[in-house]
C-alpha cells in the first residue's frame, strides 16, 4: 500500500492554493458590490484551514520523489478534492439564479476543472461577476495542470502510449532549458503571456473588459465556459468569431513546442508530426464542410467558412463554445459533428480527446497490417515521426482505444437505464469521456443545458469527465485490488 502522507502534503499545498485563488472572484464581487463576496471568503477561509491542518498533519520533505503507485494515486485525489472545495461557492451562492445542491455544484466544478465545459446553469447574464470569474478561473487552473500532468506524470506512468513522449521531453527539456524546473516555469509563462493577448484581442474586437477576461481564461484553457447563455453567439462581429477560432486553436497545440519556437527553434511547431497532422485533419474537414453549407443552406462561402471553422475547431479542441446550433444543418452535420467529439487536440496541450496521436499510431498500425497480408514476408518499419515505434507504445495506444469505447459503452448505456434517450446517453457519454462540453439533441445540445438531468446522471458523468481528462489509466487502476496490496 503506498505511503500516503507525501500524497496527503502535495493535496494540503494544492487546497491553500485554491483558497488563495477564491479571494480573486471574491474581490471582484466586493468591487461589483454583489453579496457573493462574503461567500467566497467564506469558502476560502474554510478550504483554507482545511487545507492548513492537512499540511500540519502530513508536512514531509519530497526530495526523494514519489513512487509510481503515489503518482497515480496522487493525480485524481487531486483533481477530485480540488473540486469538492471549489464546489462551495457554487453551492452557497445568494443568487436565485444558482440555488444549486452538491451534486449540481459538484458537476460544474468538475466540467470546469477537467475543462469540459458542459454546464447546469442557466441565467448567465444575470448572473454576478464573482461566479463568472471563478467558472473562468476553474477552466484556466485545470488548463495548465493538465499540461503539466500529460507531460511530466502520463509519460511516467506509461499511460495509453504517453510513453512515447518521455524520451522526446526529455530529450526537448535539454534542448531548450537546462532544467525540467525552468521548463515548468516558461510553459506557465506562455500560457498566461497567450492568455493575456487574447484578453487583449478579444477586448479590442468589441468585448468589454470583464467579457475579454472571462473568455480568454476559458479559450486557452479549451474549457468552453462563457458570460452569456448564448455563448459567442452573444458577440455578432465575425472579427472576434475568428479570433475566438485562432485561441481556441492555440490552445490546443503542445505548448512545449511554444517554448522551443520562443528559444530559437523557429520551426518547432510546423516540424512536429503531431501538428501537421492535426492541422491537416482541421483543414480536410473544415473546407468540404463550408462548400457543403453554402451549397445546401444559401450561406455567402466566407459566411459558411466562418460558421464552420468556429464550430469545427470549437468541438475538435474540446473547447465546447456555442455559436450556431450545428444541428439544425441537417443529420451529415449531425453526424460529422458527433464523429468530431472523439478527436481531441495535441498531446501536451489543453485539449481532451483521444489525442490526434493515438490515431497517427493507429494509422501506422493499419498500414503495416495491411501491407504484410500483400507481402507475408516483407519488414516494414512502424514509425512516429522520426521515432521507431516499440511494441509497448503500441499495445498502450490499442488497449487505450479499446477502453475508451468500452467505457464510453458503459456510460452509455447506464445513462440509458437512468432514463435518458439514445441521443442525450450518447452524447452525454462521449462529451464528457473526451471533455468537450455540450452534447446532441434538444437537451443537452449547443443551445442546451445539463440542468434537468437526474443527480445520479450528474454524479456518472462527473466520473466520466474525470476518466477522460486523466486518461482512463490513471483513475481506473485504483479499482484494481493489486495496486492496494503492493
Known sequence: MPNFRPILFIVSIVLLALAATMLIPAAVDFAYGNPDARVFLYSAAFTGACGGALALGTRCHLQG????RQAFLLTPLTWTSTAAFAALPFQFSNFPELSLNYANAFFETMSGLTTTGSTVLVGLDRMAEGILLWRALLQWMGGIGIIGVAIAVLPALRVGGMQLFRTESSDRSQKVLPR?????KAIVAVYAGLTVICAACYWLAGMTPFEAVVHALTSLSSGGFSTSDKSIGNFESPVLHWLVTLFMLLGSLPFVLYVRTLTG????LWKDSQVRSYLGFLVAVILPLSIWLAATHGHD??????????????VVTTTGYAYTDYSQWGNLAVGVFFGLTFIGGCTGSTAGGIKIFRFEVMVTVLRTHFLHLIYPRGVFPRQYGNRQLNDDVLGSVIVFFALFFTAYSVITIALMALGLDFITSASAAVTALANVGPGLGDII??????ASLPDSAKWLLSLAMLLGRLELFTVLVLFMPQFWRG
Not at 525540467?180 to 515548468?184: D, V
Not at 445540445?445 to 445539463?450: D, H, L, M, Q, V
Request: no cysteine; glycine share 10%.
Open 180 to 184: 525540467a524546473q525552468q521548463i515548468a
Open 301 to 314: 462561402f466566407h459566411d459558411a467558412l466562418r460558421l464552420v471553422a468556429f464550430n469545427v475547431v470549437s
Open 445 to 450: 445540445g449547443p443551445a442546451g443545458t445539463f
Open 265 to 268: 527553434q523557429r520551426d518547432a
Open 65 to 68: 520523489g514519489l513512487s509510481l
